[in-house]
Protein backbone atom coordinates (compact mmCIF):
# COMPACT_ATOMS: atom_id res chain seq x y z
CA UNK A 1 0.00 0.00 0.00
CA UNK A 2 1.51 3.44 -1.28
CA UNK A 3 1.23 6.25 1.67
CA UNK A 4 0.03 9.60 0.80
CA UNK A 5 2.31 11.53 -0.36
CA UNK A 6 2.65 14.70 1.60
CA UNK A 7 1.47 18.43 0.46
CA UNK A 8 4.03 20.24 -1.04
CA UNK A 9 5.05 23.71 0.80
CA UNK A 10 3.45 25.50 -2.30
CA UNK A 11 0.34 24.25 -2.12
CA UNK A 12 -0.20 24.52 1.67
CA UNK A 13 0.68 28.49 1.61
CA UNK A 14 -1.96 28.31 -1.20
CA UNK A 15 -4.60 27.31 1.07
CA UNK A 16 -3.36 29.60 3.73
CA UNK A 17 -3.51 32.71 1.24
CA UNK A 18 -7.67 31.62 0.22
CA UNK A 19 -7.98 31.28 4.49
CA UNK A 20 -6.77 34.36 5.10
CA UNK A 21 -8.55 36.21 2.24
CA UNK A 22 -11.90 34.48 3.23
CA UNK A 23 -11.54 35.65 6.73
CA UNK A 24 -10.16 39.23 5.82
CA UNK A 25 -13.02 39.79 2.91
CA UNK A 26 -16.01 40.30 5.67
CA UNK A 27 -13.83 43.21 7.18
CA UNK A 28 -13.08 44.35 3.61
CA UNK A 29 -16.99 44.72 1.90
CA UNK A 30 -17.84 46.93 5.36
CA UNK A 31 -15.17 49.27 5.03
CA UNK A 32 -15.39 49.49 1.27
CA UNK A 33 -19.81 50.01 2.28
CA UNK A 34 -19.24 51.87 5.00
CA UNK A 35 -16.22 54.12 4.68
CA UNK A 36 -14.95 54.05 1.11
CA UNK A 37 -18.59 54.20 -0.91
CA UNK A 38 -19.83 57.47 0.79
CA UNK A 39 -16.38 59.23 -0.08
CA UNK A 40 -16.19 58.52 -3.57
CA UNK A 41 -20.05 59.51 -3.75
CA UNK A 42 -19.19 62.48 -1.73
CA UNK A 43 -16.62 63.47 -4.52
CA UNK A 44 -18.85 62.51 -7.11
CA UNK A 45 -21.44 64.45 -5.90
CA UNK A 46 -18.87 67.73 -5.14
CA UNK A 47 -18.33 67.45 -9.12
CA UNK A 48 -22.25 68.64 -9.67
CA UNK A 49 -24.00 71.53 -9.16
CA UNK A 50 -26.59 69.95 -7.33
CA UNK A 51 -29.13 72.94 -5.60
CA UNK A 52 -32.22 71.56 -4.12
CA UNK A 53 -33.39 75.31 -4.06
CA UNK A 54 -33.35 74.93 -7.78
CA UNK A 55 -34.58 71.65 -8.43
CA UNK A 56 -35.29 73.01 -12.41
CA UNK A 57 -31.45 72.58 -13.03
CA UNK A 58 -31.45 69.14 -12.37
CA UNK A 59 -27.43 68.30 -11.42
CA UNK A 60 -25.29 69.18 -14.23
CA UNK A 61 -21.80 68.22 -14.19
CA UNK A 62 -19.22 71.42 -13.67
CA UNK A 63 -16.16 69.43 -12.80
CA UNK A 64 -14.10 71.72 -9.88
CA UNK A 65 -16.14 74.62 -10.12
CA UNK A 66 -16.97 74.58 -6.68
CA UNK A 67 -13.95 74.20 -5.18
CA UNK A 68 -12.77 76.85 -7.14
CA UNK A 69 -15.63 78.83 -5.65
CA UNK A 70 -15.33 77.78 -1.99
CA UNK A 71 -11.50 78.95 -2.34
CA UNK A 72 -12.21 82.19 -3.94
CA UNK A 73 -14.80 82.44 -0.37
CA UNK A 74 -14.03 85.03 2.55
CA UNK A 75 -15.94 83.11 4.72
CA UNK A 76 -14.52 80.07 3.83
CA UNK A 77 -11.20 81.30 4.93
CA UNK A 78 -12.51 82.90 7.63
CA UNK A 79 -13.89 79.70 8.66
CA UNK A 80 -10.35 77.96 7.97
CA UNK A 81 -8.95 80.12 10.10
CA UNK A 82 -11.20 79.95 12.97
CA UNK A 83 -10.69 76.04 12.71
CA UNK A 84 -6.64 76.29 12.97
CA UNK A 85 -6.71 78.96 15.46
CA UNK A 86 -9.48 76.92 17.72
CA UNK A 87 -7.29 73.39 17.39
CA UNK A 88 -3.82 75.35 18.10
CA UNK A 89 -5.20 76.72 21.37
CA UNK A 90 -7.55 73.53 22.51
CA UNK A 91 -4.79 71.33 21.69
CA UNK A 92 -1.76 73.00 23.39
CA UNK A 93 -3.77 73.35 26.44
CA UNK A 94 -5.02 70.33 26.60
CA UNK A 95 -1.65 68.51 26.57
CA UNK A 96 0.18 70.77 29.09
CA UNK A 97 -3.30 70.45 31.79
CA UNK A 98 -3.15 66.19 30.39
CA UNK A 99 0.33 66.27 31.03
CA UNK A 100 0.16 67.74 34.55
CA UNK A 101 -2.81 65.43 35.81
CA UNK A 102 -0.85 62.42 33.97
CA UNK A 103 1.72 63.37 36.39
CA UNK A 104 -0.97 63.95 39.54
CA UNK A 105 -2.52 60.99 38.86
CA UNK A 106 0.89 58.65 38.30
CA UNK A 107 1.74 59.76 41.93
CA UNK A 108 1.67 56.70 44.54
CA UNK A 109 -0.71 58.04 47.26
CA UNK A 110 -3.88 57.16 49.07
CA UNK A 111 -7.31 57.90 47.60
CA UNK A 112 -5.58 57.71 43.80
CA UNK A 113 -8.32 56.14 42.40
CA UNK A 114 -11.11 58.11 43.72
CA UNK A 115 -8.94 60.80 42.17
CA UNK A 116 -8.57 59.24 38.52
CA UNK A 117 -12.23 58.60 38.64
CA UNK A 118 -12.92 62.38 39.55
CA UNK A 119 -10.62 63.39 36.66
CA UNK A 120 -12.15 61.11 33.93
CA UNK A 121 -15.91 62.48 34.64
CA UNK A 122 -15.95 65.22 32.24
CA UNK A 123 -14.69 63.46 29.49
CA UNK A 124 -18.23 61.14 30.38
CA UNK A 125 -20.45 64.00 30.03
CA UNK A 126 -22.10 64.38 26.54
CA UNK A 127 -19.93 67.05 24.66
CA UNK A 128 -23.52 69.24 24.00
CA UNK A 129 -24.46 68.56 27.77
CA UNK A 130 -20.97 70.50 28.74
CA UNK A 131 -21.71 73.03 26.16
CA UNK A 132 -24.74 74.05 27.83
CA UNK A 133 -23.31 74.08 30.92
CA UNK A 134 -20.22 76.42 29.83
CA UNK A 135 -23.03 78.38 28.06
CA UNK A 136 -24.66 79.02 31.59
CA UNK A 137 -21.25 80.03 33.15
CA UNK A 138 -20.81 82.44 30.44
CA UNK A 139 -23.97 84.10 29.54
CA UNK A 140 -25.71 87.38 30.58
CA UNK A 141 -24.35 89.67 33.38
CA UNK A 142 -25.51 87.79 36.08
CA UNK A 143 -24.03 84.51 34.66
CA UNK A 144 -21.43 82.61 36.85
CA UNK A 145 -17.95 84.42 34.88
CA UNK A 146 -19.21 87.96 34.99
CA UNK A 147 -20.22 87.44 39.04
CA UNK A 148 -16.76 86.09 40.19
CA UNK A 149 -14.65 89.26 37.66
CA UNK A 150 -17.49 91.83 39.47
CA UNK A 151 -16.17 90.08 43.19
CA UNK A 152 -12.80 90.70 41.94
CA UNK A 153 -13.44 93.82 41.44
CA UNK A 154 -14.37 94.03 37.69
CA UNK A 155 -15.88 97.76 36.39
CA UNK A 156 -18.83 96.28 34.79
CA UNK A 157 -20.26 92.73 33.55
CA UNK A 158 -18.85 91.43 29.70
CA UNK A 159 -20.94 90.35 27.02
CA UNK A 160 -18.88 87.27 26.51
CA UNK A 161 -20.92 86.05 23.50
CA UNK A 162 -21.16 89.50 21.66
CA UNK A 163 -17.40 89.98 20.88
CA UNK A 164 -15.58 88.32 18.30
CA UNK A 165 -12.54 87.51 20.61
CA UNK A 166 -14.20 87.47 23.91
CA UNK A 167 -16.43 84.40 22.52
CA UNK A 168 -13.44 82.29 22.40
CA UNK A 169 -12.76 82.16 25.98
CA UNK A 170 -16.10 79.89 26.66
CA UNK A 171 -15.39 78.36 23.53
CA UNK A 172 -11.31 76.98 23.88
CA UNK A 173 -12.13 76.93 28.25
CA UNK A 174 -14.79 74.46 27.10
CA UNK A 175 -13.45 72.09 24.96
CA UNK A 176 -10.08 72.13 27.08
CA UNK A 177 -12.56 71.51 30.78
CA UNK A 178 -13.90 68.24 28.31
CA UNK A 179 -11.42 66.55 26.54
CA UNK A 180 -8.13 67.22 28.88
CA UNK A 181 -8.92 63.85 31.13
CA UNK A 182 -8.51 62.02 27.51
CA UNK A 183 -5.54 63.47 26.75
CA UNK A 184 -4.51 62.82 30.72
CA UNK A 185 -5.17 59.29 30.31
CA UNK A 186 -3.21 58.51 27.24
CA UNK A 187 -0.22 60.05 29.16
CA UNK A 188 -1.01 58.01 31.95
CA UNK A 189 -0.46 54.77 30.13
CA UNK A 190 2.32 56.17 28.82
CA UNK A 191 4.18 57.22 32.34
CA UNK A 192 3.35 53.48 33.39
CA UNK A 193 5.25 52.32 31.06
CA UNK A 194 8.66 54.09 31.66
CA UNK A 195 10.89 51.99 33.80
CA UNK A 196 11.16 52.82 37.51
CA UNK A 197 14.82 52.39 37.35
CA UNK A 198 15.49 55.19 35.12
CA UNK A 199 14.19 57.80 37.76
CA UNK A 200 16.12 56.13 40.37
CA UNK A 201 19.53 56.22 37.75
CA UNK A 202 18.38 59.87 37.78
CA UNK A 203 18.46 60.44 41.85
CA UNK A 204 21.89 58.67 41.65
CA UNK A 205 23.22 61.18 39.36
CA UNK A 206 21.83 64.41 41.35
CA UNK A 207 18.60 64.96 39.63
CA UNK A 208 16.22 67.05 40.97
CA UNK A 209 12.53 67.03 39.75
CA UNK A 210 12.70 69.34 37.20
CA UNK A 211 15.54 66.98 35.80
CA UNK A 212 13.73 64.18 35.98
CA UNK A 213 11.14 65.52 34.37
CA UNK A 214 13.11 67.14 31.26
CA UNK A 215 15.65 64.68 30.64
CA UNK A 216 13.20 61.25 32.10
CA UNK A 217 9.96 61.57 32.03
CA UNK A 218 9.80 63.58 28.42
CA UNK A 219 11.82 61.48 26.52
CA UNK A 220 10.31 58.34 27.20
CA UNK A 221 6.78 59.76 27.01
CA UNK A 222 6.84 61.22 23.28
CA UNK A 223 5.51 58.52 21.55
CA UNK A 224 2.43 59.38 23.91
CA UNK A 225 2.55 62.63 23.35
CA UNK A 226 2.58 62.23 19.81
CA UNK A 227 -0.55 59.62 20.00
CA UNK A 228 -2.27 62.21 21.76
CA UNK A 229 -1.62 64.90 19.68
CA UNK A 230 -3.39 62.69 16.39
CA UNK A 231 -6.35 62.11 18.51
CA UNK A 232 -6.98 65.64 19.78
CA UNK A 233 -5.86 67.39 16.74
CA UNK A 234 -7.72 65.74 13.92
CA UNK A 235 -10.89 65.79 16.85
CA UNK A 236 -10.64 69.35 16.99
CA UNK A 237 -10.01 70.28 13.44
CA UNK A 238 -13.72 68.93 13.08
CA UNK A 239 -15.20 70.28 16.02
CA UNK A 240 -18.96 71.08 15.47
CA UNK A 241 -21.69 70.37 18.17
CA UNK A 242 -19.24 72.40 21.07
CA UNK A 243 -19.51 75.76 18.87
CA UNK A 244 -22.80 74.98 17.84
CA UNK A 245 -24.26 74.70 21.27
CA UNK A 246 -21.85 77.60 22.67
CA UNK A 247 -22.28 80.55 19.78
CA UNK A 248 -23.62 78.80 16.47
CA UNK A 249 -20.82 80.11 14.79
CA UNK A 250 -21.86 83.98 16.04
CA UNK A 251 -21.16 86.80 16.55
CA UNK A 252 -22.00 86.70 13.11
CA UNK A 253 -19.50 84.24 11.58
CA UNK A 254 -16.73 85.20 14.09
CA UNK A 255 -16.31 81.58 15.86
CA UNK A 256 -17.55 80.11 12.85
CA UNK A 257 -15.43 76.36 12.63
CA UNK A 258 -15.60 74.54 9.25
CA UNK A 259 -17.80 71.85 10.18
CA UNK A 260 -20.29 74.45 10.87
CA UNK A 261 -20.09 76.29 7.41
CA UNK A 262 -20.39 72.58 5.76
CA UNK A 263 -23.25 71.89 7.80
CA UNK A 264 -24.78 75.33 7.14
CA UNK A 265 -24.09 74.69 2.99
CA UNK A 266 -25.67 71.09 3.20
CA UNK A 267 -28.76 72.04 5.53
CA UNK A 268 -29.61 75.36 5.42
CA UNK A 269 -28.55 76.53 2.01
CA UNK A 270 -29.43 72.64 0.70
CA UNK A 271 -26.11 73.59 -1.81
CA UNK A 272 -25.48 69.85 -1.85
CA UNK A 273 -22.90 70.08 -4.46
CA UNK A 274 -20.91 73.05 -2.46
CA UNK A 275 -21.35 71.39 0.68
CA UNK A 276 -19.95 68.11 -0.38
CA UNK A 277 -16.87 69.75 -2.34
CA UNK A 278 -16.32 71.48 1.59
CA UNK A 279 -16.46 67.98 3.10
CA UNK A 280 -13.95 67.00 1.11
CA UNK A 281 -11.50 69.34 1.84
CA UNK A 282 -11.86 68.89 5.18
CA UNK A 283 -11.00 65.08 4.82
CA UNK A 284 -7.78 66.44 2.59
CA UNK A 285 -6.70 68.39 5.37
CA UNK A 286 -7.97 65.92 8.14
CA UNK A 287 -6.05 63.30 6.29
CA UNK A 288 -2.51 65.34 5.46
CA UNK A 289 -2.60 66.19 9.11
CA UNK A 290 -2.98 62.16 10.23
CA UNK A 291 -0.31 61.36 7.63
CA UNK A 292 1.99 63.98 8.99
CA UNK A 293 1.73 62.88 12.27
CA UNK A 294 1.88 59.25 11.65
CA UNK A 295 5.27 59.79 10.08
CA UNK A 296 6.12 61.50 13.17
CA UNK A 297 5.08 58.51 15.59
CA UNK A 298 6.88 56.30 13.19
CA UNK A 299 10.55 58.33 13.48
CA UNK A 300 10.39 58.84 17.00
CA UNK A 301 9.08 54.91 17.53
CA UNK A 302 12.16 54.16 15.15
CA UNK A 303 14.79 56.50 17.15
CA UNK A 304 13.29 54.48 20.20
CA UNK A 305 14.88 51.35 19.15
CA UNK A 306 17.69 52.47 18.00
Do not use: C
Amino acid sequence: MVPDAAPSPASAETREVRLAWVLVLPTLIAIVTIALFPLVWTFWESLHLHDLRLPARGRPFVGLANYAEILADPRFLGALAHTLFFTAASVSLELVAGLALALAMHGAYRGRGAVRTAVLLPWAIPTVAAALVWRFLFEGPQGVANAVLLGIGAPEPISWFSDAWLAWVPIVLADVWKTTPFVALLLLAGLQSIDAELYEAARVDGAGRIRELWFVTLPFLRPAILVALIFRTLDAFRVFDLIYVLTGGGPGTATEPLALYTWSALLQNLRFGFGSALSVLIFLVTFALALVYIRLVGADLTRSVR
